[in-house]
């Protein structure tokens, strides 16, 4: 996702292989040069002690990120 296209409070989907097994879905707190920190608000059960350990918030690189689908 390009830095340009992204916005504090837009929901996103990811996925960071080192910190969690699963895709996840979060609100965007700040965006930096290459990152954002993400709230992360829905994500698999596996994940549960991990994104508690996080305090369901993760910084991910942009590459990673997509915006997510809306209903």
Same mark, same amino acid.
């Given at each position: 996702?390009?830095?340009? !296209?992204? &916005?504090?409070?837009? @929901? #996103? *989907?990811? %996925? #960071? !292989? /080192?910190?969690? /097994? +699963? =895709?996840? *879905?979060?609100?965007?707190?700040?965006?930096? /040069? &290459? +990152?954002?920190?993400? *709230? @992360?608000?829905?994500?698999?059960? #596996?994940?549960? =002690? &991990?994104? +508690?350990?996080? &305090? !369901?918030? @993760? #910084?991910? !690189?942009?590459?990673?990120?997509? =915006?997510?689908?809306? %209903?």
């Amino acid at each position: 996702m390009d830095k340009e !296209n992204l &916005n504090i409070g837009d @929901i #996103v *989907t990811g %996925k #960071v !292989n /080192e910190d969690l /097994e +699963s =895709a996840f *879905t979060g609100t965007v707190e700040k965006v930096y /040069e &290459n +990152s954002a920190l993400v *709230t @992360i608000t829905d994500f698999d059960a #596996v994940d549960k =002690a &991990n994104v +508690s350990e996080l &305090n !369901n918030k @993760i #910084v991910v !690189n942009l590459k990673q990120l997509k =915006a997510a689908k809306t %209903k």
